[in-house]
């Protein structure tokens, strides 16, 4: 409920606090006096757009903060969830408007956008008045209105629920076909691709193993030269090794050989001859040794080739080529094995549809019932508040199935046909808003309110002068009503009428004085003098007579 409005430099009003009760709270005041101004100052906290002009004459700014008790409102806690605040029992809400046309919200002195202040505003306040009954005309609203009446809450969540299930279906078989789309789209291209990577057989870390062995190879080839070079200059002619041991047989044939000087020279070309064998042999050994396979380098160098060219081919390394030919291996096995879980998603779709058709028709025929007492029970508040020839009619309508949601497979639709004579069966029903006028409007929302009053509503309702055009016993029962409303929750009422205004049990009076040339707008909270002393000059008029004081005090016996 709102419990304190506080307005500074808002039009007409310097600067105002008002405490607010529970119950019914009635604003009265002069015409002119300012009573738009306190809703337009409320409408602000709740998001209303702001506008520069709401700013007193002749100051730079103007602001409102208003503070709501929320103990008991869980609509209001799961939206300051959704906003990311601080859970609490409590919000108080503060909006400034500067002169530039820059505005600032703050929830519990947190900063919010004006679309979250207008989401939490939704959930604190409810305002009607003659030209504002856009709810009377909504569908959705319509169709929440019947269910909270009939208190279909736990229904309307197996409904809820078995359509997201099924909503969820449909979009996994939606994926489904247009991921076989896809591929199908693809298929011969894959099985080109799987066709060309089998072949081709790409490995993990081929690339690296065949360049290594490759530049192996080429060395081994350079090596191989080199030996072959060397051995051919030691085998030239007659060879290193004939020819040291051709020199050593003719030292030692001849005369000479026991001569000293030729023994030296004779060993000498021993170990020369033994040493170049040694080393012609350590030569063909290493050349043995030297594994060069033209063929297989050349076969290296194809593969290698091979593997780049595929890498260039399908834009990527070719260590990566390997997982590729997995994934088309994977690809294609899904597509031959999509048909077969299309099938069983297609089953799966039926059975959720099924399903949720099921528990839908359940909460249909549920609402059909309640929408036959909810008739009668609005009927019944029509009629005090001179509307006995309107008939009401909640009009129940299958819906196709593009607009079946989370709340069912119904439209709700709230209609009336005005002055309708009693037993007349041929009875013409439009939308509210096509027969009734402003003030039947809100008077239809405050009959809807009455009879709903058992069921969850907003904490705070506000009535603007949906008195306006009536009198008499009609006022008389617009105030009765609003007084039950103001038993399960706080009522604000904008009034004219002295018999709407004697129900209250909070009074707060709108003045507007003029000092110095300076006009301002001022609320009072009247004490029971001073309420006998308002009821008496709404009465009366400028000039309040004993007799209207009388009345005043005749109309308040029923409040007391």
């Not at 409320?42 to 702001?50: E, N, Q, T």
């Not at 169709?143 to 359509?163: H, I």
Request: charged fraction near 30%.
């Amino acid at each position: 409920m709102l419990v304190q409005l506080s307005i500074k430099n808002i039009v007409l009003i310097e600067s105002c606090d008002i405490a607010l009760e529970n119950g019914l709270c009635v604003l009265s005041g002069e015409t002119g006096a300012g009573k738009s101004i306190l809703l337009d100052a409320l409408g602000l906290v709740l998001g209303a757009r702001s506008d520069s002009g709401l700013i007193r004459k002749g100051e730079v700014q103007g602001s409102v903060s208003a503070e709501f008790d929320i103990s008991t409102n869980e609509g209001a806690k799961t939206v300051l969830s959704e906003l990311e605040l601080e859970p609490a029992d409590s919000v108080i809400v503060r909006r400034s408007i500067s002169s530039d046309g820059k505005t600032r919200c703050l929830v519990n002195d947190q900063p919010v956008t004006v679309a979250g202040l207008k989401k939490l505003g939704e959930t604190l306040v409810e305002v009607h008045g003659q030209h504002d009954q856009k709810t009377l005309q909504d569908m959705t609203y319509h169709r929440a209105l019947l269910d909270e009446y009939a208190k279909l809450g736990t229904q309307r969540k197996g409904v809820a629920a078995s359509f997201r299930q099924w909503r969820d279906v449909v979009q996994s078989l939606n994926g489904l076909k247009a991921d076989i789309e896809r591929t199908s789209r693809e298929q011969e291209y894959l099985n080109h691709m799987r066709s060309e990577l089998k072949e081709l057989a790409p490995q993990q870390g081929e690339e690296e193993l065949l360049a290594n062995q490759r530049t192996s190879m080429m060395q081994n080839e350079k090596l191989f030269d080199v030996l072959n070079e060397a051995i051919s200059e030691l085998n030239q002619g007659k060879g290193v090794l004939g020819a040291l041991r051709n020199a050593q047989r003719t030292l030692t044939r001849s005369s000479f050989a026991g001569d000293e000087k030729f023994t030296a020279i004779i060993e000498g070309l021993e170990k020369a001859a033994i040493e170049a064998e040694e080393a012609i042999y350590a030569l063909e050994k290493t050349g043995q040794d030297t594994r060069f396979d033209p063929e297989k380098l050349e076969r290296i160098e194809e593969r290698l080739f091979a593997l780049k060219a595929a890498g260039r081919k399908y834009n990527m390394p070719v260590d990566e080529l390997a997982a590729l030919y997995t994934e088309v291996e994977a690809k294609l096995a899904l597509i031959d094995s999509q048909e077969h879980l299309l099938s069983g998603l297609e089953k799966q779709v039926k059975t959720a549809r099924d399903a949720f058709t099921l528990v839908a028709s359940k909460l249909t025929e549920q609402r059909k019932k309640t929408a036959l007492k909810l008739e009668k029970a609005i009927e019944g508040e029509l009629a005090p508040l001179k509307m006995a020839g309107t008939r009401f009619r909640v009009r129940l309508e299958p819906l196709g199935e593009d607009g079946w949601s989370e709340w069912g497979m119904d439209g709700v639709y709230f209609e009336c046909a005005t002055n309708v004579a009693k037993g007349d069966k041929d009875v013409a029903y439009a939308a509210l808003n096509k027969i009734a006028s402003g003030g039947e409007l809100s008077r239809f929302m405050l009959s809807m309110k009455v009879a709903l009053s058992s069921v969850r509503s907003t904490p705070t309702l506000i009535f603007d002068e949906i008195d306006t055009g009536t009198g008499g016993a009609v006022a008389a029962a617009i105030g009765e009503r609003l007084s039950l409303l103001g038993q399960t929750a706080q009522v604000l009422v904008v009034t004219h009428l002295p018999q709407v205004a004697a129900r209250g049990s909070q009074h707060l009076r709108v003045v507007k004085d003029e000092k110095s040339r300076k006009v301002t707008t001022f609320v009072e909270n009247l004490l029971p003098a001073e309420r006998e002393e308002e009821l008496a000059r709404m009465l009366a008029g400028a000039t309040i007579t004993p007799e209207a004081r009388k009345a005043a005090q005749k109309l308040l016996e029923p409040a007391a």
